[in-house]
T-cell receptor
Framework: QKEVEQNSGPLSVPEGAIASLNCTYS??????FFWYRQYSGKSPELIMF????GDKEDGRFTAQLNKASQYVSLLIRDSQPSDSATYLC?????????FGKGTTLSVSS | GAGVSQSPSNKVTEKGKDVELRCDPI?????LYWYRQSLGQGLEFLIY????????KSGLPSDRFSAERTGGSVSTLTIQRTQQEDSAVYLC???????????????FGQGTRLTVV
């Protein structure tokens, strides 16, 4: 079982819709969870991090964490074409920051 | 500098040659990561340095790969006897952890694109 799993997509949504990105992780002791965005040919950049169970909102983005289910998600409201990118889920284990393979999101105008 | 700096930005090498990739982390950041990203793939963890602690080398794919971090700052990733499957973008990131249970953003460099011919 991979440490961090994501559906590779592509996930296609129309402009203005809600995009839902999901991630599961295997290490029950993980404490910190991150969502990064990576545009084609660019380096990853942080969107949000979450430590506690529940929801965390930042503008159009909401991260959701359920440690019992070992599940992290990212919701993007009012999706824009500029949101089209690969979204990487990352989990901090005791030492390293481990990434999933990413979900490609395509927002059509 | 203001961000994580990696050099060279591009490297073409012949199969069997050794290569060294350099990473200058953000000043004051004690944690440093190396990742490999093959075309269309996610980030594959290679190695993690944190302060003076022993590095986490669990992601290194073979003994041809090694890394060091001198003086708690600059890091060099060395690949010996390069193979074509080593072709990828090698990304370095640094962060400033603030305790056992907390963590902060990892900032990435622009990467080194390695092509083995």
């Amino acid at each position: 079982q991979k440490e961090v799993e994501q559906n590779s997509g592509p996930l296609s949504v129309p402009e203005g819709a809600i995009a839902s990105l999901n991630c599961t992780y295997s290490d029950r002791g993980s404490q910190s969870f991150f969502w990064y965005r990576q545009y084609s040919g660019k380096s990853p950049e942080l969107i949000m991090f979450i430590y506690s169970n529940g929801d965390k909102e930042d503008g159009r983005f909401t991260a959701q964490l359920n440690k019992a289910s070992q599940y992290v998600s990212l919701l993007i409201r009012d999706s824009q074409p500029s949101d089209s990118a690969t979204y990487l889920c990352a989990v901090k284990r005791r030492t390293a920051l481990i990434f999933g393979k990413g979900t490609t999101l395509s927002v059509s105008s | 500098g203001a961000g994580v700096s990696q050099s060279p930005s591009n490297k073409v090498t012949e199969k069997g040659k050794d290569v060294e990739l350099r990473c200058d982390p953000i000043s004051g950041h004690t944690a440093l990561y190396w990742y490999r990203q093959s075309l269309g793939q996610g980030l594959e963890f290679l190695i993690y340095f944190q302060g003076n602690s022993a590095p986490d080398k669990s992601g290194l794919p073979s003994d041809r790969f090694s890394a060091e971090r001198t003086g708690g700052s600059v890091s060099t990733l060395t690949i010996q006897r390069t193979q074509q499957e080593d072709s990828a973008v090698y990304l370095c990131a640094s962060s400033s952890p603030q305790g056992a249970s907390a963590d902060t953003e990892a900032f990435f460099g622009q990467g080194t694109r390695l092509t083995v011919v």
